[in-house]
């Protein structure tokens, strides 16, 4: 018991010789007590371990079989498993350096997944948008569906609010997007966005409730119900009454048609901007132990995860060192 007392509370060290970068310290805290839930379930311990386990838990990891933990479905790319390796190599050097493993498992392991030269961007819960969008969005949707009138602004505020829940864009991204920067493979609808600060690409899954509000708002605007190869050019959001494409400000507003739209609705349930959607998102997918560097991905922004991060009381690792020890 001892000597699982000490492991504990290296493993605690480890943690804190990195605690001056939040963004690392969350992100090492996330592989730690992700190793040690998959470790426990199999009645080993980051001291018995050996390098067998952890290509083990390697492999699942780039096989997507720890999505539940990790809040994303499917494989990972090499780059995202070479990160996982390095860092509990990190881990047991320090265990090594404590005296309680005479070698780091780690040099046993190999990468087991090729490269692969894109990665989809998913959202962080297809089966949950933001608890208070959740609140509005059965009313909004069925009033949406009932104005048929032409480019109504409750459908296009639902579009707007659909596509900043469940894919996570930004008002600037919706402003500027055009419908030719949907995709469809396979049935699945993605949308192609820059990624911020770089020349690259992500490609965003638009799972079917925002489809299905970019479907309504493009028949307002007598458009067909699904984007085509001949639109390139025509803005996701168009102006009021005109195809021209609307600035930031004017999607940061549409959400307000919401609030008269839903009068049934809590007055604090309502949603006031892009940017309070965008926080649901991180904050909802925080509270739900979804990795911060996943979520930052899904956000494409670091900075508003660290800024959620520091006002919610995350739980740390400690329960997952505390079943070790048990």
Not at 66 to 83: D, N
Not at 143 to 162: K, M, Q, W
Request: charged share 25%; proline share 6%.
């Amino acid at each position: 018991m001892a000597r699982r007392t000490g492991e504990l509370a290296a493993a605690q060290r480890w943690l804190d010789a990195h605690s001056s970068s939040p963004h690392t310290r969350r992100k090492y805290d996330t592989q730690l007590q992700q190793l040690c839930e998959w470790l426990v379930l199999r009645d080993r311990t980051l001291l018995n371990s050996d390098g067998s386990d952890l290509q083990a838990y390697l492999t699942a990891l780039a096989r997507g079989e720890l999505s539940a933990a990790e809040g994303t479905r499917g494989p990972r790319l090499r780059a995202t498993v070479i990160q996982a390796r390095s860092v509990l190599s990190g881990l047991f050097e320090f265990l090594v350096h404590e005296g309680l493993r005479r070698s780091n498992p780690i040099g046993a392991t190999t990468i087991p997944v090729d490269d692969e030269r894109f990665e989809p961007l998913h959202p962080p819960d297809q089966e949950r948008p933001s608890i208070r969008w959740l609140n509005i969005r059965a009313a909004a949707i069925e009033r949406a569906r009932d104005d048929e009138a032409p480019r109504s602004p409750l459908r296009r505020a639902v579009a707007i609010a659909e596509l900043a829940c469940w894919c996570g864009l930004r008002r600037s991204e919706l402003a500027t997007a055009t419908m030719d920067n949907f995709v469809q493979m396979q049935s699945q609808w993605w949308i192609r966005m820059p990624r911020f600060g770089h020349g690259d690409e992500d490609l965003i899954e638009v799972p079917r409730p925002a489809m299905y509000a970019v479907s309504l708002y493009r028949q307002s605007r007598q458009l067909p119900a699904l984007p085509g190869e001949a639109e390139k050019g025509v803005p996701l959001i168009a102006a009021a009454r005109s195809e021209t494409p609307v600035n930031a400000w004017s999607i940061a507003n549409a959400l307000k048609d919401l609030l008269l739209a839903t009068q049934d609705v809590s007055s604090d349930s309502r949603p006031q901007a892009i940017v309070a959607l965008r926080r649901e998102v991180a904050s909802e997918g925080l509270k739900a132990k979804i990795a911060a560097h996943q979520l930052a991905r899904h956000l494409r922004s670091s900075t508003l995860i660290d800024q959620v991060a520091k006002e919610l009381a995350r739980e740390t690792v400690g329960p997952a060192l505390e079943r070790l020890a048990a």
